[in-house]
């Protein structure tokens, strides 16, 4: 009984050591929380970041391919809306249908997301919806976001 034992822990340690990449069933939690919580710190651009991988390559219409290049303006971006209307602005974001993919130690998560903004001296600002696309590596235990790719909807969600 002691070898069969011994054996069955052999086979197991061997397929965790050889097949690292297969998701848990807590990875597309992991996934979910991770992309709410992005959606959610658009107030926070420098919290976001951390949630996105360096080699992160974003498309919205153009290309950016440098990730530090890329929070650099968008920093410049935010501060100069900020310095305009008085101060920083509230930040909500929507997010509609999410729908998340797990395959290994990379995810896809697509949504529908919309911001409303609410400048302290201007009047809100409501963006209209968006297609947000989020391609996610896993290293060790960790996921970061890889890929992004915003375009316009056609038609709003109902």
Known sequence: ???KTTTNLIIALALIVLMPGAASADDKDDVTALVMKYANMEGNLVEQAKLIRSDRIMIT???QSDQAKNLEI??????????STGGPAKWITEVEGLVVRVYGDSAVASMVRRFHIYPPG????????????????????????????????????N
Request: glycine share 8%; no cysteine; hydrophobic share 40%.
């Open 122 to 157: 201007a009047a809100p600002i409501n963006t209209p919806p968006h297609w947000l696309t989020l391609v996610l590596v896993k290293e060790g235990r960790s996921w970061g976001i890889a890929h992004s790719h915003i375009s316009p909807t056609w038609q709003a969600p």
């Open 1 to 3: 009984m002691k070898a």
């Open 74 to 83: 968008q920093l410049a971006g935010r501060k100069a809306n900020d310095d």
């Open 61 to 63: 219409g153009v290309r």
